[in-house]
Structures are given as C-alpha cells and as structure tokens.
C-alpha cells in the first residue's frame, strides 16, 4: 500500500525557514517523479514544486521560486521542501504528492494527508 | 485567479448523472492530459481520474472523465450523498513549466 507522510509542518515567523519532509513507502520509490501541492485555508489547491526520479530535474511556481527548494533522498524514500523567507501567504497545508511516472509532477494517483504551514508573528 | 476553469458549483438529486466541466489551453488541456480529484471535507484530496479517463483501483466506475480539445469533463452518475465535495481539475502546463489547476467545483446532492 502506497503511503505518503508528511513532517515538519508548525508556525514560522515572517522570513523564517522551515524544511518539510515526506516519508514514501509501499512503491519504489526512486523510480517517480514527486511534487508538493499547497491549499491556503478556504481556498483551492495550488501546484508549489516538482522533482524528477533521479533529482535531476526540479520546477517551481513562480510565487515560491528562489525561496523554496525540493529535494529527494531516494536511499531514504524522503522528499524534502526546504522553505526559506516565508511570508504570510505562504500559510497553508502541504500535501505531498507521488507522481504517476519518472517524470510526471501533477499527474499523480497518490496525495498524502498533508502538513501544515503557519507564517504569523 | 486559476489557470483552469471550473464552474463553481454543480447540483443534482439522489440517481441524477452531472457533469463538471474544465477549460483551458492548448498549452495545458490541449496538449497534456487531465486528472480529477475529489476532497471531502476536511480531509486530502484524492485522485478520482488521471490520464483523461482512467480511474485508480478502488474508484467507482460512476466516476468517468473525459477531454476534448482544451477541455475536460467530470461525470457522476448516480450521485449519491457521499458525492459531496469539491471536485478539482489539474493539468501540466508547458509554457509555465508548472501544474495548473481549476478553482475547483462545489458538488451539492439536493
């Protein structure tokens, strides 16, 4: 059974830094693509970031570009979002996010439950 | 404001087949394919429908998708009560090298 866990979430001042972590079991998984999807409170989804099998290959939106970065230890079946100069719009539930192929970053058949994400001072 | 299209709602009774449509580009839809998903309230989403049309093992066959061009749909047919959620297209989109998605569907069962 596919599982993804999500770590790491909690409250971070304005410009703090924060790294998220997701624990994959039940496929191998070194051989995915994987991505982070974030929903602020009441709102929709919003695509934040994907990785490629090997780590090669990496993508951001706009709105996080230059501030976070994903990465993978597939030794470890961990995907990582290391999140710096946060902002109050950051604020949000993280859900991590296992593609359907090697390089598939939003086409997916597993989410996980989703860590969330407070900016507030 | 959303790459994607969605309706903001969509309604029906108890048996009724509805469909959810999804609008975009042919940078997105057009060119790659749509996933549907599915969040009941207070919980993750789930993946309802990826490829345009194939459903993951454990997904009820009263659930299809489809694409058209720069457009993808979502049917239920008989909706039942459970069905209540907000429903979310998604696609890779090539010009912005990221995913896309709709603002999402609020399903009613009057």
């Known amino acids: 059974e596919v599982q993804l866990l999500e770590s790491g979430g909690g409250l971070v001042q304005p410009g703090g830094s924060r790294r998220l972590s997701c624990a994959a079991s039940?496929?191998?998984?070194?051989?995915?693509?994987m991505a982070w999807v974030r929903q602020a409170p009441g709102k929709g989804l919003q695509w934040v970031s994907g990785?490629?099998?090997?780590?090669?290959?990496?993508y951001y939106a706009d709105s996080v570009k230059g501030r976070f970065t994903i990465s993978r230890d597939n030794s470890k079946s961990t995907l990582y979002l290391q999140m710096n100069s946060l902002r109050a719009e950051d604020t949000a539930i993280y859900f991590c996010?296992?593609?359907?192929?090697?390089?598939?970053?939003?086409?997916?058949?597993?989410w996980g439950q989703g860590t969330l994400v407070t900016v507030s001072s | 404001q959303s790459v994607l299209t969605q309706p903001p709602s969509a309604s029906g009774t108890p048996g009724q087949r509805i469909t959810i449509s999804c609008s975009g580009s042919?940078?997105?839809?057009?060119?790659?394919?749509v996933i549907w998903l599915q969040q009941l309230p207070g919980t993750a989403p789930r993946v309802l429908i990826y490829?345009?049309?194939q459903r993951p093992s454990g997904v009820p066959d009263r659930f299809s998708g489809s694409k058209s061009g720069t457009s993808g749909a979502l049917a239920i047919s008989g909706l039942q009560s459970e069905d209540e959620a907000d429903y979310y297209c998604?696609?890779?989109?090539?010009?912005?090298?990221?995913?896309?998605f709709g603002p999402g569907t609020k399903v009613t069962v009057l």
């Open positions: 996010v296992k593609g359907l192929g090697r390089y598939d970053y939003i086409k997916s058949d597993h």
């Open positions: 039940g496929f191998t998984f070194g051989s995915y693509g």
């Open positions: 990785i490629s099998d090997t780590g090669g290959g990496t």
């Open positions: 042919s940078s997105n839809i057009g060119s790659r394919s």
């Open positions: 490829n345009n049309n």
């Open positions: 998604a696609a890779w989109d090539d010009s912005l090298k990221g995913g896309v």
